[in-house]
């Protein structure tokens, strides 16, 4: 694994005109059914990161390519699972990933949108929440708002990491940036907290109302 890591990272380092192509199939197959559990790329976007902070790659691209591949990436999981309805789970590969297909389908229906939203950063149910929203006809529209608001947020979260360090390695000049940055990925952080505790109040609520009696 590691070598894989190393052997991609030179590539995006030596050829910096594929840079962003690569950056796009690495969040593509990260979000991409099934897929999304073989790919190491958490530890190359923190790589990724540490390259961009450095200066030797463009920090606009990389965003660019990287929102686009994770966007792409749930939305082809969540045709699959819309095209091929509840029958995908008793075929390969999901009928040997049932554990994480049944955490998917038990987060979805709890969460419903939110499911969507927070499941790109939880990495156990992160490549099948999105397939799992097609099985269950969620709404496309909302399901594409959910995709593109995670994916959004979910790359620079990703890179930030790698990228603060490797500014951090830099002169006291950076201090500022880094600072905003990290105030941004906090402000991030809670907000999506701040979500899930929202949706947790919600739903018993919710129940309790459905299960009151009549008088």
Same mark, same amino acid.
């Given at each position: ?24 199939? *690495? ?9 999304? *559990? ?10 990724? =990161? ?22 792409? =990436? ?37 969460? /419903? ?20 929203? =097609? ?44 600072? *905003? ?11 999506? /907290?701040? *979500? ?20």
């Amino acid at each position: 694994m590691d070598q894989i890591i190393d052997t991609v990272g030179q590539f995006i380092e030596t050829n910096q005109f594929w840079a962003g192509p690569v950056i796009a199939a *690495l969040t593509f197959g990260e979000s991409l059914l099934i897929v999304g *559990l073989l790919i190491p790329a958490t530890a190359l976007l923190l790589l990724i =990161g540490g390259l961009v902070g450095s200066g030797t790659l463009p920090l606009v691209p990389v965003l660019i390519w990287g929102i686009a591949g994770a966007i792409l =990436g749930d939305a082809v999981s969540y045709i699959v699972g819309r095209w091929l309805g509840p029958s995908i789970m008793r075929r390969w590969p999901l009928n040997r990933h049932r554990s994480a297909v049944a955490r998917a389908r038990l987060f979805f229906y709890k969460y /419903g949108f939110a499911s969507v939203l927070m499941g790109r950063f939880l990495g156990p149910i992160r490549a099948t929440i999105p397939t799992v929203a =097609g099985i269950m006809r969620m709404n496309m529209m909302s399901f594409q708002v959910a995709n593109i608001l995670s994916a959004v947020l979910w790359v620079p979260i990703m890179l930030a990491p790698g990228y603060i360090t490797a500014r951090s390695l830099g002169t006291a000049e950076n201090a500022q940036q880094i600072g *905003l940055v990290v105030g941004t990925i906090a402000s991030v952080v809670i907000g999506v /907290g701040l *979500l899930i505790m929202m949706v947790r109040k919600r739903r018993p609520t919710r129940t309790a109302r459905r299960d009151r009696p009549v008088s």
